[in-house]
């Protein structure tokens, strides 16, 4: 087989392995806007579920320890706080400052001091 066959072979394979990639990145995106719209209106339980579903995309899109995926669960955790979901809050904005090596913001910092009880 030629490199020039064997890279035609590849193209019909990468080809739908990037599209899939890109359709996932596009419902992210998509996720995360209806998220915070639904923040912004006030309906934070709406805006849970819908990032608990960016989160999903994405871990698959970019795996566990990814900074997108840290920046996914500050926005969970720290709306669930203003649901009275201090306990999964917690849990949540840990994980962030873990996933993001501890740079997650003063912000997110505070509001976990605040939850403990610090």
Do not use: C
């Amino acid at each position: 087989m030629t490199y020039r066959m064997l890279a035609i072979a590849f193209l019909f394979v990468a080809a739908p392995l990037v599209s899939a990639q890109q359709a996932d990145e596009r419902e992210l995106d998509a996720t995360h806007r209806k998220a915070n719209e639904f923040y912004k209106a006030g309906k934070y339980t709406a805006a849970i579920t819908e990032w608990e579903r960016a989160l999903a995309l994405a871990r698959k899109i970019y795996g566990p320890n990814h900074r997108e995926v840290g920046i996914t669960l500050t926005n969970i955790g720290g709306t669930r706080t203003r649901v009275d979901d201090f306990k999964r809050a917690e849990e949540e904005l840990t994980e962030a400052i873990r996933i993001l090596g501890g740079v997650a913001g003063p912000v997110t910092k505070y509001v976990l001091d605040k939850l403990r009880g610090d």
